[in-house]
């Protein structure tokens, strides 16, 4: 069990330095059997996090994300509405301060049984 959370966590590492060294504004932790957000994920990503405009992180067993996710990826764009849809357990997501782009606002309401948490549009995050 310790060398299947020893390679997991490899390969957290190695994606997320990928995504540093290319400058990328991609960061891809799809199937990284992520429970939570990895927190020194923000540490290593704190000079280029603002440059991310899509983070997949299909195929994990994140049970939620904190608000410290979404005020450090406040750029994100891009929600994939379908792939949220079908999440039974989702109760709700907060998307605020993100600037979603317009199918996502019009697509999203019909297709979604939770609570989406969206600013109107335009609105920028406070200021820290």
């Known amino acids: 069990m310790l060398k299947k959370m020893g390679e997991a966590v490899a390969r957290v590492a190695r994606k ?4 540093v060294e290319s400058g990328s504004d991609t960061l891809d932790l ?3 059997k992520l429970v939570s957000f990895p ?6 990503l704190r000079n280029v996090s603002g440059q991310i405009h899509l983070i ?5 067993e994140l049970k939620s994300l904190t608000s ?3 005020t450090t990826f406040s750029q994100l764009r891009d929600v994939p509405v379908e792939k949220l849809a079908a999440m039974p357990a989702l109760r709700s997501i907060n998307l605020r301060f993100n600037p979603l782009n317009a199918e996502v606002r019009v697509i999203a309401p019909p297709l979604i049984k939770f609570d989406m948490l969206m600013s109107p549009e335009g609105t920028r995050a406070p200021l820290p």
Do not use: D, P, R, S
């Open 39 to 44: 927190i020194g994920i923000y540490k290593v």
């Open 56 to 60: 997949t992180l299909a195929n994990n």
């Open 68 to 70: 410290k996710f979404m």
């Open 30 to 32: 799809a199937e990284c």
């Open 16 to 19: 997320v330095n990928e995504t």
